[in-house]
């Protein structure tokens, strides 16, 4: 048996000259995400399950964003949503 050796090229990728990353979610999808957080109040993790599971209810083959590409987006959009005041009844 012979054993061929193969030369690996472009084995490392060079990176965009502007650095940054594909946006693979609009800037509507990351507000929604995060008007579904404020209302329903739940942390970006379960938000991320929770939208999920209502994609998969309606059988919609949709994913939600990752969580933490949500808080790093939702910097960059502008979301306005006011919290609930914890005032004693």
């Known amino acids: 048996m012979n054993n061929l050796r193969y030369k690996i090229?472009?084995?490392?990728?060079?990176?965009?000259?502007?650095?940054?990353?594909?946006?693979?979610?609009?800037?509507?999808?990351?507000?929604?995400?995060?008007?579904?957080k404020c209302v329903f109040s739940m942390p970006l993790r379960s938000l991320q399950g929770f939208i999920n599971a209502v994609f998969k209810f309606i059988q919609l083959?949709?994913?939600?964003p990752h969580y933490l590409f949500i808080s790093k987006?939702?910097?960059?959009?502008?979301?306005?949503?006011?919290?609930k005041n914890k005032e004693s009844i």
Do not use: G, W
């Open 9 to 36: 090229t472009n084995r490392y990728h060079t990176k965009p000259a502007n650095h940054e990353r594909l946006r693979l979610f609009s800037d509507l999808a990351i507000s929604t995400n995060f008007v579904v």
């Open 61 to 64: 083959l949709l994913s939600c």
């Open 73 to 83: 987006r939702a910097q960059m959009v502008n979301v306005m949503c006011k919290t």
